[in-house]
């Protein structure tokens, strides 16, 4: 049952539109069943009985990035995204969830069949994907342009307590799954910069997927085991901060896990006091004074902001105040830095014309600039604008990655 308070807010659109042209999905599709408002009058009908959900309200539902766009542009205040996740958890039961989207469900939430996979993928798929067909693609990515499993995953690599000389500060490293199977590289930085500042790092190694795909499909119940298990690792009070370097963990550790929890009618006290602790490992190193021991990167950097970082946590100038800050670094701002890339999670390979539409206008912004490094600290967008850029040389990387070349 969707919160009461959640229910009452279809009330407040007042159908003025203003969520239409920023929409992503409504700039490639135009009608208005794919716009913010079309979808909100449609709830709002399924809601008061005077509408059954059918199949092509549930197609409709799942057309969306999630972006939040919406959101942050409706003069009413409703929280169309908030809307809209609560209902795809509300008709989950009776439209069920995509074999493809179960089984990888299921991988994330269990303890015995990940490894398993993993260390198939990591023995035979990536020699596996230099054999795949040149032409074929997973939604909008060619094969040659998705990303190798680590060798090891990253956990695995350092101890659970990471000390630092001279200590003066101690954080809890959430990694996510992308910095622990795929980007070896992030989570190396992000140690690199924070030991060098004197900040201990401890990593848990028993923490599990945050769970956000699984809840934003709707299947709450299923990413419940998830949240529990990673709040009880991570809500601790001897702790500075909870660092992040994923936008889609942070937003999920920061405000998602409270919402959801209260929605299910659970106690989301806990998610509520880890919230605050939580912060993105940009924000976190923004605070520092770089400029006494930054070297110089000589690149031309631009900046693409992830949706769950900039509408989901309120971070915008952070990385790029830290990007700017180092010696030798050109940052130069694309337009439309702050317009989805076209990811969102699944539904790139959901809805493959769409996101290919909402990504060209993202890879032209990005050649505009002339930039060598595409930053972000995403790597749903990573994996999307890499997988989008074509034959072109320009580089992503996470902001991180590129202030630990500035190291001494
Ligand atoms: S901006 Fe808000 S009030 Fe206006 S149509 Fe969209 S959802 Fe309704
Ligand atoms: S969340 Fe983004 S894609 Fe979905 S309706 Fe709102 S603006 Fe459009």
Redesign the pocket.
């Known amino acids: 049952m969707i919160a009461k308070e959640l229910q009452d807010e279809v009330y407040?659109?007042?159908?003025?539109?203003?969520?239409?042209t920023p929409c992503p999905v409504y700039q490639q599709l135009f009608y208005e069943g794919a716009s913010?408002?079309g979808k909100?009058q449609l709830i709002k009908k399924v809601l008061e009985g005077r509408l059954q959900p059918s199949e092509h309200f549930h197609r409709l539902l799942f057309t969306c990035l999630l972006c939040e766009t919406?959101t942050v542009?409706?003069?009413?205040g409703?929280k169309?995204d908030r809307l809209m996740k609560a209902m795809r958890a509300e008709i989950l039961d009776q439209f069920g969830l995509a074999w493809q989207k179960r089984m990888l469900f299921h991988l994330l939430t269990g303890t015995r069949l990940l490894p398993f996979f993993l260390f198939w993928g990591r023995t035979v798929g990536n020699s596996l994907l230099s054999l795949l067909p040149k032409g074929g693609k997973v939604g909008t990515i060619p094969y040659p342009k998705l990303p190798r499993l680590n060798a090891k995953p990253f956990r695995n690599q350092y101890p659970e307590v990471i000390s630092a000389p001279g200590r003066k500060g101690r954080v809890l490293y959430f990694t996510g799954c992308a910095t622990n199977y795929l980007f070896e590289d992030v989570g190396r930085a992000v140690i690199q910069v924070l030991t060098h500042l004197g900040i201990e790092v401890i990593l848990p190694r028993d923490q599990v997927c945050c769970g956000l795909p699984i809840f934003l499909s709707g299947a709450r119940q299923m990413a419940l085991k998830n949240m529990k298990k990673n709040l009880g690792l991570f809500n601790r009070p001897d702790v500075d901060a909870v660092i992040v370097d994923c936008a889609t963990c942070g937003a999920a550790l920061k405000k998602e896990y409270s919402h959801i929890l209260e929605e299910m009618g659970e106690d989301g006290g806990a998610a509520e006091s880890l919230g605050k602790k939580v912060v993105d490992i940009s924000s976190y190193l923004s605070r520092f004074n770089l400029e006494k021991w930054a070297g110089p990167v000589r690149e031309r950097v631009t900046y693409h902001d992830p949706c769950h970082l900039l509408r989901s946590q309120g971070v915008k100038e952070e990385p790029r105040s830290l990007l700017k800050r180092i010696p030798g670094l050109e940052f130069v701002e694309m337009a439309g830095a702050d317009v989805c890339c076209g990811g969102g999670g699944t539904f790139q390979w959901e809805h493959p014309e769409i996101a290919s539409g909402i990504s060209a206008n993202k890879v032209r912004a990005i050649k505009e600039t002339q930039a060598t490094i595409v930053a972000t600290g995403c790597p749903g967008c990573r994996l999307q604008i890499h997988g989008n850029l074509g034959e072109e040389k320009i580089r992503v990387a996470h902001p991180v990655e590129i202030l630990a070349k500035a190291l001494p």
């Open positions: 407040n659109c007042i159908k003025c539109g203003l969520c239409l913010p408002r909100v919406c542009n409706c003069p009413s409703l169309v």
